[in-house]
């Protein structure tokens, strides 16, 4: 997972330069960019006169972490390509190129050679037919800008037309508006235009963008990333079982969530938990830098005594639900009780998210009482799978059921995608 934007004509640089800190909720490990200029393409912070340019914020999933490895220029013959992706290719090792270090390199080094081979369009129809996993990709190519939307839709893609130009990015909150990129859908844009599709399967948006990861001020599948996150706050309040005093919830991304779910009980909603904001996202941080203690602090003066609803969106590996509900006791919550906004998380992602192993997550083998226990809640309740289906419709529910889009053998994926 990470953050892609490019754009083409038109001032590019200064645009991708302007669209970096609206990608870096995707990823801060690092912001990395591509340009190109007088023909000739250049990793490194663009000028605002440059012909197309390319932005990466990253979010390791494959690859060292910490680490700046994108955008990647791969050369095949005398074609020079840079790319930039968003996604995970779990079988990046079989895409036909010689030692590569991690699977977006394997992506561009084997698309500069199937252009090569057989132009543009074939050439990414081919790269595509070989892809297990899922990957949007812009690229910088001497006949234009190259966007490509994941035949699935799994990741996002957006763009916005200029009248000198154009502009892609993986949300359209990082351009100030635009359109989704239809999955599967294929544009060249620049000293040649050209549109075409790769064959898709079913469009299957990725569940935990629209839970977590993605802006509430973004649009994805034609809905506003805040109102599903609205809908999945009420249906959360429909099976409510427990009576408390005060909704709190653990910033940020599951605030509009709680918002939802405290109105539809009629209960206050406060701001118990606060962030340090500039601690970055910590479920997207690097293990060895992930530290909740240090990111979140409890305000005793609105839980002291009280019986206490904590909303998040998701729970993944449990530990910065474990240690804000810590705080909240320790700062005088009489009762802590954990409401996530979303099913269980008890199989691992292979299409962009870095929780690629059964082992790290916390309903891997525990049933809800286990979990409970676990994180220290006095209970705890999930969204039902039925009713987080009904409010999404179709998107990839992998991460919850272990039914993925494509066939995908986990003990393998499980040992191959994290890569070098």
């Known amino acids: 997972m990470c953050g892609i934007g490019g ?38 912070e663009p000028r605002d006169d440059a012909e197309g340019a390319l932005v990466h914020t990253r979010y390791s999933t494959s690859g060292e972490y910490g680490v700046q490895l994108q955008p990647v220029l791969a050369k095949y013959r005398d074609l020079e390509i840079a790319v930039v992706f968003n996604g995970t290719v779990v079988n990046y090792k079989r895409l036909g190129v010689e030692s590569p270090s991690f699977d977006g390199d394997a992506l561009a080094k084997a698309l500069a050679r199937e252009i090569w081979e057989r132009g543009v369009e074939q050439g990414v129809i081919s790269v595509y ?9 812009l690229a910088l190519t001497p006949w234009g800008l190259l966007a490509v939307r994941d035949p699935r839709g799994i990741r996002p893609l957006a763009y916005r037309l200029y009248g000198e130009g154009v502009a892609f990015s993986s949300e359209t909150v990082a351009l100030g508006g ?139 590996r449990g530990t910065n639900i474990r240690t804000v509900v810590r705080l909240l006791k320790e700062a005088g919550a009489r009762e802590v009780h954990v409401r996530i906004a979303s099913p269980p998380v008890k199989w691992p992602c292979f299409f962009g998210m870095d929780f690629q192993t059964r082992r790290e997550l916390v309903a891997h083998k525990r049933d809800v009482e286990a979990i409970r226990a676990y994180i220290g809640a006095d209970s705890l309740i999930y969204l039902p799978l039925e009713k987080f289906r009904q409010i999404l419709g179709s998107a990839c529910y992998g991460c919850f059921t272990g039914e993925y889009p494509v066939q995908i053998n986990v003990e393998e994926a499980e040992v191959s995608t994290r890569g070098a």
Not at 129 to 137: C, E, N, P
Not at 207 to 212: K, R, T
């Open 129 to 137: 037919s070989k892809i297990v996993g899922a990957a949007t990709l």
């Open 7 to 44: 754009a083409w004509g038109g001032r590019a640089g200064e645009r991708v330069r302007r669209m970096a800190p609206w990608l870096m909720h995707r990823g801060h490990e690092g912001v990395g960019y591509a340009y190109m200029k007088g023909g000739e393409i250049a990793l490194g």
């Open 178 to 316: 635009g359109q989704e990129v239809a999955p599967g859908l294929a544009v060249l844009y620049g000293k040649r235009m050209a549109f075409w599709k790769i064959p898709p399967g079913e469009a299957k948006i990725c569940a935990m963008e629209l839970v977590y990861f993605a802006h509430p001020a973004s649009i994805l599948g034609n809905r506003l990333v805040a109102d599903v996150r609205r809908a999945l706050g009420r249906a959360l309040a429909e099976v409510e079982t427990h009576n408390f005093d005060v909704v709190a919830y653990v910033p940020e991304t599951a605030r509009t969530a709680a918002e939802a779910f405290a109105e539809a009980l009629g209960k206050p909603l406060v701001d118990a938990v606060v962030k340090n904001r500039f601690a970055g996202r910590v479920f997207i941080t690097p293990p060895h830098l992930r530290n909740p203690g240090d990111a979140f602090r409890a305000v005793p003066q609105l839980v002291e005594g009280r019986r206490v609803a904590l909303v998040d969106d998701s729970l993944i």
